[in-house]
Every structure is written in C-alpha cells, then in structure tokens.
C-alpha cells in the first residue's frame, strides 16, 4: 500500500515572502539567461528523420494491385483505380491521415514513407494523386523566400531542451 | 529676445513641457508602445520564446507595437447596440485622461538659480520649502495630496467604461474594480502619509531634496505603496479587473479598435504616472542632479519601476478578488501602519 | 429589516447590514476565454456559483458509432482522436481488448515498449494539462514551459513511432517500432532535462503562493465524494483514494516496473496538481528502469510475425527494426466475443468495452473516458465556490473536452 501525502500549507508570512522572492527571482534568471527552445519555422524547417511518417511514394512497377492498402486505409485516401487492366492506387491527401498502414501492410513493399510533411496545394483537385502521380517523386516547391530555407535537425539536450542545429545532409 | 529663444522659451516652459512633450504625453505614449513591446519580449524571454520578432529584426521587433497601434487604429470600432455612443467614447478619453493627470503635478525636477536652461523660470516656480525652483507642470504645495488625489479618481472611470457599455463581464470587472479601488487606495494613501509624516512635509520636493531616498528611511512604505501601485493599475498578480480567462476582459469587453487601444494603454499610462510618483517618493527621484539632467534621471528611475510591474507578468497568475482584498487588509494593511509607525520614530529621531 | 425571505440580515450590535443577493446567470463560452469547447451556464449569487450546466458536446465526433463500420485495424486512428495528446493510452486501451478478443500473447519486449511509450505521452499529456491550468490562473510562464517542456517528449514520440502525436504505434500483438540506441540515448538527456526543470517548475509555479492561494481549498473533493461522483485518475488521487489502474490490474510492464502511485489527501486543486506532478517524476523513474530492463525479443507475436513474408522481414525487422503487417491486418475477423480492458491513461482509468460478433468490424465498441467522468465532478464542485474559481477547478481537473466529448 503507498503512503497517502499531505503537503503543506504555508501559512508563515516570512517564508510565503521568500517563495514570492523565489519566484521572482526564477524569473529574473530566466530573464537574463533565457533558453530559447523556438524553431524559427518558415526560415528553418525541421529536417525530418528517416521513418518519418510523411508523404508517400508510389513504386508502380513493383504493385501487384491487390488492393491491400485500400483494404487497410483508415481515412479511405487509398483507393484502386484500373488501369490498363491492372489496378493501381491512387491517394487523395486530403483524407489521408498518415498513419502508414498502407506502407506496413504492402506486401511487396510498393510503397514508401518520405520525411515530406508540409505541403501546400493550391487547389482541391490537386490532394488527388493518380497512380501515375503517385509514382514519381515528389516535387515539393520551395517556399518563396529572399534566403534559402534553412534545414534542421532537433537534439535533445540535457540543459536547454530542445536544440536545433543544421541538418547535415 | 529673438524668435527662437521665445520658441525656446515657451518650448521648455514646465507646465508645456512636461505635461506634453518630456516625461508628459508624447514620451508616455512612446514610453507605452515600448513597454508593452517590453513586457512581450520579458515574458517571451522568460517563457522560453522570441516575442516579438519579425516587425523589425535588428531592433528585436521593437517596431511590432507600432504595427499592432496601427492596426488597432485603423480597424472599425463596432458600438453596441443599446449603448450611449457619446458616453461609450467618451468613458476611454476620460479614463486615459485621469491616469495622465497627475503627472502635471508630479514634481520632476529642480531649477536651480542659475547655469541651467531652466533657470529663467526659476522665480515662476519657486518653491519655498526648499527654496529653489522646481520643475513642475502646475506648483502646488501639497503636490503629494493632490498628485493622490487625481490619481485616485482613476478607478471611478474604471466604472464608467464598464457601466456604459452595459456588458455582463464589464459589469463584473467593474465591481472588481470599485472592491479592490477601496483596498489599494488606502495602502497608497497611507504609506504615502508616512512618508509625509517622515518628512514633516506635503511637498514632494522637499522629500526628494532632504537627500534620503524613501526607500531607504522608510522600506516598508516602499514595497506597500508598491503593491498598492501594481494592485491599482491592474498589474500581475492583480490582473482582477481584466481577467481575460474569467470575465473576458472585464470593462474593456465591448471595446474595439482606437478604443480599445485607449483603455489598454490607459492601464499602462496609470502605472507609468504612479512609477514617476514612486521615483521620487522613494528612489530619490533627481538628486542629486538638477535641471534637465534630473528630470532624466527622475524619469529614467520611473521606467524601471514601470519595467518591474510589467515584468511580474511572467512570474505570476493572478490573485482571485477575494484574496487580493483579503491580502490587503490582512497582511498589507497591518505593514502599512506600521511604516507608518516607522516614519513616526525615524522622521521624530532622524530626519529633521 | 425586510420580510423578504431572499435577504439575508446580518446584525451586529449597533449596525445592520442588508446583504441582497444578486442572482445572475453568466454564459462562459464556447467562445470565451476560459471554456474550451464547451458552453458552461454559470448561476451566480454575487461571486458564489449557485449551480452550472454544462452544454457538452461541442466536439462530439461519434467515434462509437463509426467505428461500427471500421474494421478492427482502421479503428487504431479513430480512437485517438479523441484525445490526441494521450493517443498511446486512448490505443494501448482498444488494442488490448481486441487482444483478448483474439487471445494473442504479446511478447515481453512489445509490453515494455508499450509502458514506454504510455509513460512518455503520459508526462506530456501532464506538461499539457499543467500548461492549461497556469494559463486558466493568468500564469503565463507556467502555459508556456508546459507546451515548451512537452516538445521534448514529443521528439522523443516523432523518433519513436514515426509521428507527432498521431502515433498509430501499438498494433495487435505488440508494437511497430523498436527502441533504438539512438532513442534511448534521446531519452536518457530528456529525463535529465525534465529532473533539471522540475526545480524550476516547482519555483515558479508549484510553490508560487500565488498559484498556491489560487489552488489550495479549490474545489475540495472528499474521498467519499470522489467515490460518489465517479472521479477517475489523478483527481481521484487526489482525494485520497489509491486507485491506479497500473497497480490495480497491470497491464503491459506495470507489474514488472517499481512505482509509487501519488496519493494527497486534501481533495483540492493543489493536491491535483501535484499528483501530476508526482507522476511526472515516478514516469522518469519508470522510463529509466525500462532503458535498464528492457528484454532482448521480437516485438509483434509469434503468430502475426510468422505471416509476414521472409523478405520483408528481412528488409524491416533486421535492418530497420520495425515490424510490418501481415496481410491478415487487412480485414482480420476476431472469433465471436466479448472483451472489457482498462487502461490508466493519463487523465485516469479508461475502459474499453468491444464485442465482436465475428465479422471485420466490431458489433459494439464503448469507450468510457476518464473526461466524461470529470463532468459530473466538475459541476458538483463548482458548486458554492467562487467564480473566479470556475476556472482554476477547470484546469485542475484537467478537464479535456474532445476526449469527454467522444
């Protein structure tokens, strides 16, 4: 059986002063010192790790079409499309939620996670991807800024937090 | 005389100048667009964030409040239905008004006889207490009653603002308000009076000219009439009056645009005259400089005082009504007599 | 002296005061400030809260009823959603169910990685809701360190399984990622880091008198009372009644892992706040021993792991250290059955109930959460408190409306 706690109530005027004191002074070290965990988002991007689940790439020569990711999908952004006779998948990523069962459960691992993530499309129709689409790389355009997109990687570090310093690739 | 030195003349006139130009209203209000950028970037230091960046990166986004004072100027004040709107837009002209006012009579600074700019107005204010001119926008020799008195008028347009725009929350906030006016009132009025009781004096100036910062005579008024400032202005952890997760923004709810931006501001301009107050009560105010350099030097002492108050945004939540009221008469009250006891014995053994 | 029997007289010698009751109502939200996603109707006598009603349902999203036409693997992401911040708990929960459904044995290192796993998201979830409780008080550091310190966690969750918060990570029959060295290493500075933090924490925020004055006597919740209305996790912790699901009837690696469940006797908002805050650092502790102890093993069962093709299992499993899915996961059909789990997810016990009648997707799917139960106690314990208060009790119940919601 755990101990039931009780804590403390401060009623001593002098040692509420001290934690006002305390407080205050928390502060102030944090004034002076401050630990900036910011990721100063649209001049750096967080370079995203290798099994990131973000956007995913199509492989149409291996698809054997059988239907499994669209059996699986939760979001029904997968769903099969015949062509040539043969089925293929197409994704719309409006509905997809990037869960990556489709990737998981592809048996002949047709399809493959990419560390993309924040995509902007200008229309509706563009969410849909063909399977044809859905076989080439993805293109992602690069945000229009006066500087290079700076790409970073978090480190998890045992003073500040959460670190970000330049992806090496 | 030329041209140019009546310009000068009346230019640098006290009751011109420092209502208007220097510590008055134009350095109040950049004074408020900095210290709000301010107290951003404190809490954004503090809280682990930039804060204001992007307005202008090399000045650390100091420029981001004159976006926001621009946007705020230009958006549509929208008058509720039901509302008088001559009333509605006068309540903030009114309230800004009395948080600014007493800084007409807050004494900023000594003219001496000769040397300084300033000394040709030295017969027009002089003070016979410390027989000197003194920089003030209107002389009066009770300047500390009267500096207390306008101040205090600040929290009855408090009221205003809430009752005419007949809002729930601003109702609420109003309350607040007119509960917590009768406790902060009475911690600055007294602790205010032990300094005068200290000083044998009702004269601002003479308490600055004795040579003895208040704080350091008296510490207990110091830190009362400090939390009767930031519980007076509605600074954390006293932000009972706006409480924005509780009454929304309490008697400000209905405002919007340039409005809004007065009532917001009005808090500030309130902290920034009670700060100027403060510097000379306690910290000395402009000694032992005179002339313009004091009044600096005076001011300069005020915005940090100004800088702290906002600062406890980041250290503190707020008090609930009950507590604040409670803390007041129970714990701040008991101190304030006896700073008061304090000013008594020291003003009676030290200070002639 | 009046004879209306709404006024109250107070006399003492020599003064009377007439106190007449001012009886209002205030609506709170759903776009205020202080209401999340959810209308509170706010009865006050003067600051006195006389009774609240909570208008609910604001972010109903009929997850019970959709998943009726999901089958049992598409249901993984839709019970998440409710709460996504605790979304390995809101999982572990449904997958165990299904589990028994099945009757899978889930191997010893898939358990340690689920209380891993739940452990991280639980000092995350508990950052969040601390966060929300500073910022209910005004206390804008403490919102801000909360969101700041979760990120860490989060990171960890990103490398963990793939996703932020969306993680999808437990399957049936264990998980889908290994712990890495990298991970581990991750996590090692993390707990440094949240140790380190805590101090600082406990300077700013937990011994803050302000925060203190607003805490303490809130919303007094007696251990008898917490029985009665149904108060679940830390709240009901809080009230002295040592009730932790981890420790009632573990589950996963609980029963192998040494720590101590939080319990404070006053029943306030200060005693809320630090269970939680005791529970952050029993999860460091846990997350610690779990680095330590973890055994060397598969990660997904026996019997799902032999499905998946020799070479897939090659290429993921011993190159990259994840399992991929049988193509059984497809539309599997669990025999006919019936399965009840709970779970001690962070805002306390969460209890799945599935029936299965046989086909793909479940007949009947109930999810009882831990937020749903806080609503009854919330609108018990505002009553006769203040109204300033309406908010702090708010927070320190860490009241999470889309998981209450459903």
Known sequence: MDKVKEYKKEKNPFRLFGYHLAAVGEGIKHFIRPKRMTLMYPEEVQALPTGYRGFIRFYKDLCTGCTMCAMICPADAMKMVTQEGKKYPRINYGRCIFCGFCVDICPVDALKETPIHDVAFTSREQFRFPPDLFNEE?????????????????????????????DEQ | MSILSLILFYLLYPSFFITVIFPGAIFALILLLLMIWFERKAAAFVQMRYGPLYASKRLGGALQLIADAIKYAISEIIIPNGVNPTLYALAPMLLITFAFIPIAVIPVSRIPISGSILSKYFLAFYDPDIKSGLYVGYFVPFNLLLALGLASSYSVFVLLTAWVTNNRFALIGAVREAFLSVSYDVLIVMSALALALEYHTLDIAKIVQSGIPGFIANPIAGVVFFIGVIMGTSRFPFEIVEADTEVVMGPYTEYTGLLYVITMGASYIGTYSFALLYSDLFLGGWAPFSGLPGAVWMTFKAVLVLAFSVFLRSVYGRYRIDQAIRGSWKYVLPAALASIILGLVVGWLWIR | MSSRPSEITISAEGMEVEIIPV?????????????????????????????????????????????????????????????ILDSINMNLGYIMAVEKIMGVEVPERAQYLRSFAAEVNRIASHLYGTGILAIFLGHSTGYM?????????????????????????????????????????????AIAYQRKRMAEWRRIFLNNPNIRDRLENVGVMSKENAIKWGAAGPNLRGSGVNYDVRKAEPYAAYDKLDFEVQVYKEGDGYARTLVRFGEIEQSLNMLEQIIKEIPEGPILADR???????ARVKKWWDGMRRVVFPGYFASFRPPKGEAITRVEASRGELVYYVVSDGSATPYRLRMITPSYRSIYVFKQLCKGSR??????????????PPEADR
């Open chain 1, 138 to 166: 993805f293109q992602e355009e690069p945000p229009l800024l006066s500087k290079p997109v700076k790409r970073v990687k978090p480190i998890i570090d045992e003073d500040r937090g959460v670190i970000y310093v330049p």
């Open chain 3, 23 to 83: 009886e209002g109502e205030i609506n709170v939200g759903p776009q205020h400030p202080g209401s999340g996603h959810m209308r509170i109707y706010v009865k006050v006598n003067g600051d006195i809260i006389e009774d609240v009603d909570m208008d609910v349902g604001y972010v109903h999203r009929a997850v019970e009823k959709l998943s009726e036409i999901r089958t049992y693997m598409q249901i993984i992401p839709l019970v998440e959603r409710p709460a």
């Open chain 3, 387 to 400: 109204y300033p208060d309406l908010v702090s009790i708010y927070g320190s119940l860490d009241y999470f």
């Open chain 3, 304 to 310: 799902f792991f032999k499905m998946i093709p020799p």
């Open chain 3, 145 to 189: 360190w909360g969101f700041g310190d979760r990120e860490v966690w989060v990171e960890i969750l990103q490398a963990l399984t793939g996703a932020r918060l969306t993680n999808s990570y437990i399957i049936p029959g264990g998980v889908r990622r290994d712990l890495t060295p990298t991970i581990k290493e991750m996590t090692l500075k």
